[in-house]
């Protein structure tokens, strides 16, 4: 009976262990899509990155530098400008890439710069003010989130490439 009884604990004790989630990798371990997902304010992006099939470029080593909108950000975008994204594939994909430069820029290198050349194959306008960094429009709210494959600067609005 005591065997019977260690045999039943040891088995609700190994589904147990099956059944709980996996520890989450600490922040200094995650990628670009990893950090975007554990910080929770980038629903919208990393939905998109998915319906895009952009997920597996950007967990690839990299380097990349991400200007990533914020949840906020992409609701200021029309919902005909947000639906159009979603029914073309194509220029969701050229959205997207416009938010990404292959390098590692730090926020400190950025201000430097006065443009720099996104993997859509368009340039961005980077500038430096009292009142912050801007690319394009945007402002970047928290420049340095640091990912094993690059960094993520979040901006406060979507950024739309110019059409060609």
Same mark, same amino acid.
């Given at each position: ?10 088995? =609700? ?9 996996? $520890?989450?990798? /600490? ?20 939905? *998109?990155?998915?319906?895009?099939? *952009?997920? #597996?470029?950007?967990?690839? /080593?990299?380097?990349?530098? +991400?200007?990533?909108?914020? &949840? ?10 947000? &639906? ?10 050229? +959205?997207?890439?416009?938010? +990404? ?7 400190? =290198?950025? %201000?430097?710069?006065?443009? =720099?050349?996104? *993997?859509? #194959? ?7 003010? %009292? %009142? ?11 420049? &340095? +989130? ?14 739309? /490439? $110019?059409?060609?």
């Amino acid at each position: 009976m005591t065997r019977l009884l260690s045999l039943v604990l040891l088995g =609700a004790c190994v589904l147990s262990l099956a059944a709980a989630p996996a $520890p989450a990798r /600490p922040a200094s371990q995650r990628n670009i899509v990893q950090t975007a997902v554990a910080a929770g304010q980038f629903k919208t992006l990393v939905m *998109l990155v998915k319906r895009a099939g *952009l997920v #597996g470029a950007l967990q690839k /080593p990299g380097p990349y530098t +991400v200007f990533a909108p914020t &949840d906020a950000a992409f609701k200021q975008l029309p919902k005909a400008t947000l &639906d159009a994204l979603l029914a073309n594939k194509t220029k969701l994909r050229a +959205v997207l890439l416009y938010h +990404v430069v292959a390098a590692r820029v730090p926020a400190a =290198a950025a %201000a430097k710069l006065t443009s =720099a050349k996104t *993997l859509n #194959g368009q340039r961005v306008r980077i500038r430096a003010t %009292a %009142a912050g960094v801007f690319v394009n429009t945007a402002k970047v709210v928290t420049p &340095d +989130v640091m990912a094993t494959n690059g960094v993520i600067h979040v901006i406060n609005h979507v950024l739309v /490439p $110019p059409s060609r």
